[in-house]
């Protein structure tokens, strides 16, 4: 660790001023905490640990007392209780002393809570950067909930993923039932019921039954679909967050981006092959049916929706599978993954257009099998809702595909190094008061606790320090008001881009230690400080 002794500053990080500024002032309690500012002017607490003048009159009143009722600052006497002790006559009883100090407590806690939604912020944006796979469409990027820290509890692995009812884990992967399913299930149920009364007038209601258990397999077949998806990202060593069915198909969020573009045809096409594959094999299990009977009407279901899924799939524009084999073309000739992105992400927007007109064009020409009869008009209108929703997914998807490979292309510019505030280290005993001082004069912005040996322990919590009182901070000392150290915490200085933002969501928390590769302290990495940065890169042109 570099750290000169007198001073107890060590090499900078990033000494340059940032939206947080480093002045004399009563921070208020706010969800985003300014930086460690200096305990007013002069104050001075390194020796004893007692305030100067400027203090309020009971807080005087305590530096007068001997030097054997000094407040104990080790780091394990709780401030509350040495407040009680100390300085009651003066000031005029414990208990008002102790009801503040409460107070303080509490105070401390919501922001520190509040404070910890900062880095969920982090890795709910990072999480934005998946590869998704998609069956019939890609709709929104993945938006698993983010998992949250409880008040006063050390940070934590996030939990699972979550995103409907957990069906098993195949592979080792979750596979989760959107709410939107079982919408999607009556849907089928009852269009698909409607058509075997036409087939099979004699199932009478016992034709929804049938048509549920279409669903079903139907749904099972995206499932393999999806599956194809997550073993081939696997064989490619790519992590797999989750497999999600839900409205109009599924989704396998894949965390990382293909390395090469041969790779990425290949993640895309084994989807809608997979789906081709099953198509045939109910085709050959169709052979030995009669065609007039429930057997063979579910079995040339299946054959009929796989080869849909499979067609749609594979059609050129993002966020289809298709799209991203055509990305994947365009990356190989240009060498450039984001052209490859521009130009499937417009095709995708053109394929949008065709089919919001061409989709109800086709079906009432008896394209798909329509027909002109008596209930045309009712036809003309579903074909229609249906070719407005699937346009929305495919228009969506594609602009959500463009803003991900513009993030992409800015995620270079998060630099662990550029974006770390300087920090002085102080030992666990020191003042809050003393340690802001010492912050102030080096033009620091964080602080870490050291061991005698100069050892890094924890991080003060910048939340934290918001919720202590400036009148307080004398008696209150810094390891009180720290995070201890994991390894997770500990973040290389040459991170950056997708590597960073892995690394903090890995390990939740509101700072982290950054570190040289010889282990030297640089500084502290704030989550909101990476945060405001990722949202700047976002707003910035390509």
Do not use: C
């Not at 939107?180 to 299930?185: D, E, N, Q, R």
């Not at 039954?209 to 079903?216: E, G, T």
Request: no cysteine; charged share 20%.
């Amino acid at each position: 660790m570099d750290v000169s002794g007198a001073s107890g500053q060590p090499r900078s990080g990033d000494d340059q001023p940032t939206d947080h500024p480093a002045v004399p002032t009563p921070p208020p309690p706010a969800a985003e905490a300014p930086a460690p500012t200096e305990d007013g002017p002069g104050t001075d607490t390194a020796a004893t640990g007692t305030p100067d003048s400027n203090t309020s009159g009971s807080q005087a009143a305590r530096a007068e007392e001997p030097e054997d009722e000094t407040p104990d600052t080790t780091g394990t006497t709780a401030p509350e209780t040495e407040t009680h002790e100390t300085g009651a006559d003066e000031t005029g009883g414990d208990k008002a002393e102790a009801d503040g100090a409460e107070a303080d407590r509490a105070g401390a806690d919501k922001v520190e809570a509040d404070g910890a939604k900062t880095s969920e912020g982090v890795r709910d944006t990072a999480a934005d950067t998946h590869a998704t796979h998609r069956t019939l469409a890609h709709t929104e990027p993945p938006t698993g909930p983010a998992p949250g820290m409880a008040k006063g509890e050390p940070p934590r692995p996030p939990k699972e993923p979550g995103g409907g009812i957990l069906m098993g884990r195949p592979f080792g992967v979750p596979v989760y039932v959107a709410p939107s399913w079982f919408l999607v299930a009556a849907l089928i149920t009852w269009v698909f019921g409607g058509q075997l009364d036409r087939v099979l007038p004699e199932l009478g209601a016992a034709r929804y039954l049938v048509s549920l258990f279409f669903a079903v397999a139907f749904y099972a077949s995206v499932l393999v679909h999806e599956l194809a998806h997550t073993v081939a990202a696997i064989r490619f060593k790519l992590p797999v967050r989750r497999i999600q069915l839900q409205f109009f198909g599924g989704v396998s969020e894949i965390e990382k981006e293909a390395e090469t573009p041969g790779r990425e045809f290949v993640l895309a096409f084994v989807g809608p092959l997979l789906s081709l594959v099953l198509a045939g094999l109910f085709y050959l299990a169709m052979k030995p049916v009669q065609p007039g009977t429930v057997p063979g009407v579910l079995l040339a279901g299946l054959m009929v929706s796989n080869l849909i899924v499979a067609a749609f799939n594979l059609l050129p524009g993002l966020p289809l599978d298709g799209g991203r084999m055509l990305r994947a073309v365009v990356w190989k000739i240009t060498g450039k993954p984001m052209s490859g992105t521009v130009a499937a992400a417009w095709v995708g927007r053109a394929l949008a257009v065709a089919v919001l007109v061409g989709l109800p064009l086709l079906n009432s020409s008896g394209g798909l099998g329509g027909g002109t009869g008596d209930s045309g008009g009712m036809d003309t209108v579903t074909d229609a809702l249906l070719a407005a929703i699937l346009a929305a997914i495919i228009w969506t998807g594609a602009g959500n595909s463009l803003r991900m490979a513009r993030l992409r292309e800015h995620l270079p510019e998060l630099r662990a190094r550029t974006l770390t505030r300087r920090a002085v280290p102080v030992e666990t005993d020191t003042p809050l008061s003393e340690a802001l001082r010492r912050a102030n004069a080096a033009g620091a912005r964080a602080l870490v606790v050291v061991d005698a040996d100069g050892h890094p322990l924890s991080l003060v919590r910048e939340s934290a320090i918001v919720g202590v009182p400036e009148h307080r901070r004398p008696w209150v000392p810094v390891s009180s008001l720290a995070q201890d150290l994991t390894d997770d915490m500990r973040v290389s200085a040459e991170l950056s881009g997708e590597e960073l933002l892995d690394a903090l969501r890995a390990a939740p928390a509101t700072e982290y230690l950054v570190v040289e590769n010889t282990g030297e302290i640089y500084g502290v990495l704030s989550a909101a400080d990476v945060e405001r940065a990722f949202v700047k890169a976002m707003a910035r042109p390509s």
